[in-house]
């Protein structure tokens, strides 16, 4: 499973480790993820550039409605088979201690993208009035997420926008640029991310924690906290009050790579000319179209997927004003043979310019081919976009599962009405799987699963069948098997005369008392507690103990909880905060004096507070002989800025939040 952890950088390339778990312990293994800094031109099956342009040259001095040009090039992101040599060799070379054996380079596992292309700055018209130079650019969306991720595209250019590219390419200059938005799925591994909240109390105290051995970049430590906040938002609005999650190891993080270059040929105009293909110039007769020429793409990856040839045909059968004119084209795609390639016709008339289509598809073990028929369409480019045509795809992968207590989950899918079946083992070693059945139908049809959990003791739970149509699903172990809840406990409130307040705690579950003993010395500071076994909102209880600065020691009583938040104050004293925005302090009043004097002190406790603006808000604390007695006296002394003060009698509160009024007049 792919993670961040130690990754490294060779040449373009930032390659991503990836790690197992087995039998409990971790270690990486000989495969890596390549991401590269920018996207390419991709390579095509003669090793040249996958590029082609075709220039409609019009007769000088005249404005013709044909002219104009035709491009089409792919652009890919994975390494190539020499690339990945390279970076093999480059890894063992920087990774000596691991003596690392058959290292494998793989392309990084996006699941979602977008992928778009511009020229000169234009990416082009879809609808509506056209680009200076880009009249149309096709190809521009999802990007293809398998294997080299390649992305095909066709230009249509303007006039002006033909004869820039070719004066561009006699100087050797590149106006197209690439963009990648991309999605992938790395595993916390390392990191741990824990949520937790009690909105049931009057302090209603949450967080977010992220745990981690090795050292976080700040994006990445920004975008697991911005994870847990969206994951504990969703809790909430779910209506739990009361939330305790932790996440490590298989749960999978999402991350993005935003990739964007200027793609370079690195070919000179005359050696693309020279090849027949790459770019040729067609000088248009009484300025209209003569000749079609139609290149022909197909973007599946025979290398990856149940798809092994694809066999097109192309048709132009028209009559003109000279007679019928019908051609043909026949054109096999398979692994051997990727293409592009190019359909030619005389043209019966220059505005009837239109071509028919039709694909069969041949998968692995079906003789009978899937034939796809496609209407009629005018004759630019046609690019068959077929990866997943007739295949349902279902990822399925682990999420909130502790790899230490869960050894596998076996997972069966199965479509009843098409009598298809598989089943996948998930563990520390192979945390996601993918299944590809050949349906031979356009729309994926809806498929069932379930999980049956293996635990590290032996335990074997089987879940119930599941009816889904997505083509990602993530497994989540059974409550009973992952259950350890925790405590957080964080320090509040004011520790004046204390050195420390010490917490005991104590849970039974399943006849096994769990204990423990955690020490706090000022507000602010946070501890956990784990209890394994246990689920959310278990019982548990709880005993301070107060350690003075004067070395005295008092233990107050055992205390009943059930919640995963454990506020640590002194409960022998309490805090009263002073609200006094109703007071016309800065205005009509200099200033106010605010007399308070505990109950139980009598007389020895008094505190007087000076409050000078109705914004500011103040705390007053004392000590309580009992955690249930924290009644007090006040008294208000307003001082105007003109003439004589006024004090107010003397007023009993037990309230935390103390409102200063003015006196009736």
Known sequence: MLTLADRLRIEPFTLFRDVIYKDGARSYTARLYALPDAPRLARDQDGGPAFGFVWYRTPAGEEAPGGGGMVTLTVELGPSSEEKERLAAAVAAALPAERLEDIEILSMPFRAGTVSLAFAGEEGAREGPTGDFAARVAGSGPARLAGSQRATFTVELTRDGAALLHQCLERGLDLFHARYDLLYDYRLDDVELRI?????????????????????????????????????????????????????????????????????????LAELANSGQRVRQVDL???????????????????????????????????GPAGRVHTTGEYLFSRAASGPYLFRTALASPGQRTVRCEAEVFYAGNAEPLRVAYPPAEGTAIVLDLDRLGVLRVEVGLRDVPLERIRAAVVDLEIPPLGLTHRMVLDGETPAGLWQPVTRVSTPPPFRYRATWLTAGGERIETEWRDSTAGAIALDAPRSLVSKARVQLVGAGDFSGLAQIVVDLEAEVEGRVHRGQLAFSTAGESRTWEVPGAQLGFRYRSRFTLVGTDGAVRSLEWVDQDGPVLVVRDPLRFEVRIVSRLLDLGGSLNLALLALEPEDAEGAGRSTLILRRPDEEAVWSFGLAAPDRHRYRWQLTLIPKQGERTTTPWQEAEAGVLVLRPPAQ
Request: glycine residues 10%.
């Open 285 to 319: 007769e009484g300025s209209f179209f003569t000749v079609l020429e139609v290149p022909v793409h197909c973007t599946v990856d025979f290398s990856e997927g149940p798809i092994e040839t694809v066999r097109v045909k192309v048709e132009y059968d028209v009559t």
């Open 196 to 268: 937790w909240c009690d909105a049931r109390g009057e302090d209603r105290l949450s967080g977010v924690e992220v745990v981690t051995t090795r050292h976080l970049d700040p994006e990445e430590h920004q975008a697991l906290e911005r994870i847990g906040h969206e994951l504990l938002d969703a809790a909430l609005a779910g209506g739990d009050t009361v939330v305790d999650l932790s996440f490590t190891q298989a749960f999978p993080v999402e991350g993005r790579a935003a990739l964007d270059g200027t793609i370079r040929l690195g070919v000179p």
